[in-house]
T-cell receptor
Framework: GNSVTQMEGPVTLSEEAFLTINCTYT??????LFWYVQYPGEGLQLLLK?????DKGSNKGFEATYRKETTSFHLEKGSVQVSDSAVYFC????????FGEGTQLTVNP | DAMVIQNPRYQVTQFGKPVTLSCSQT?????MYWYQQKSSQAPKLLFH???????NEADTPDNFQSRRPNTSFCFLDIRSPGLGDAAMYLC?????????????FGPGTRLLVL
């Protein structure tokens, strides 16, 4: 079956630090890949997506590249802000959404 | 702006007292989903509607039911809430136009069971 494995949290960074949250997946076919962000007390917001190998999704300074050879979709941001503090979910879609367990990010001033 | 709306944002109910959560969408999407999310966990799919066709997940308790009277609205009914049903409930939508795989979520309703 399909599965998504995310880097364990929580992750704590200082403002302007570089962020990487690792995500690897297992799928039977060729899924689309997503990063969703959940701010405290809120629903999930689509952050970025990629639908095929070597696609790069990007939004709000965040980027992730669909790597079929390593079955990965790592999330990166060059300079995080306090407002980026949230839980980040990696997910794949192949008929249904399969989520990773989420990674809590805290950015300190 | 087109969006997914959930009301109320916070709902308090008593143990065993039926409760209904609401979701509406202005996106005109064919598919509407209900997820349960417990603290610090990934969302868990309960069921979804494709137009009027209802699709229940195998492990969704019978205590959870859903109704979709029209394209725009979908309801989650919990017939006899237990303490373990306290959670965030998320509604989401998708459509062929978004490739089906992209789901758009509402802000969620946090349910507290006393």
């Amino acid at each position: 079956g399909n599965s998504v494995t995310q880097m364990e949290g929580p992750v704590t960074l200082s403002e302007e630090a570089f962020l990487t949250i690792n995500c690897t997946y297992t799928a039977t076919g060729y899924p689309s890949l997503f990063w969703y962000v959940q701010y405290p007390g809120e629903g999930l917001q689509l952050l970025l997506k990629a639908t095929k190998a070597d696609d790069k999704g990007s939004n709000k300074g965040f980027e992730a590249t669909y790597r079929k050879e390593t079955t990965s979709f790592h999330l990166e941001k060059g300079s995080v802000q306090v407002s980026d503090s949230a839980v980040y979910f990696c997910a794949l879609s192949e008929a249904r959404l399969t989520f990773g367990e989420g990674t809590q990010l805290t950015v300190n001033p | 702006d087109a969006m997914v709306i959930q009301n109320p944002r916070y709902q308090v109910t008593q143990f065993g007292k039926p409760v209904t959560l609401s979701c509406s969408q202005t996106l005109n999407h064919n598919v509407m989903y209900w997820y349960q999310q417990k603290s610090s966990q990934a969302p868990k799919l309960l069921f979804h509607y494709y137009d009027k066709d209802f699709n229940n997940e195998a492990d969704t308790p019978d205590n959870f039911q859903s109704r979709r009277p029209n394209t725009s609205f979908c309801f989650l009914d919990i017939r006899s809430p237990g303490l373990g049903d306290a959670a965030m409930y998320l509604c989401a939508t998708s459509s062929p136009g978004t490739g089906f795989e992209t789901q758009y979520f509402g802000p969620g309703t946090r349910l507290l069971v006393l």
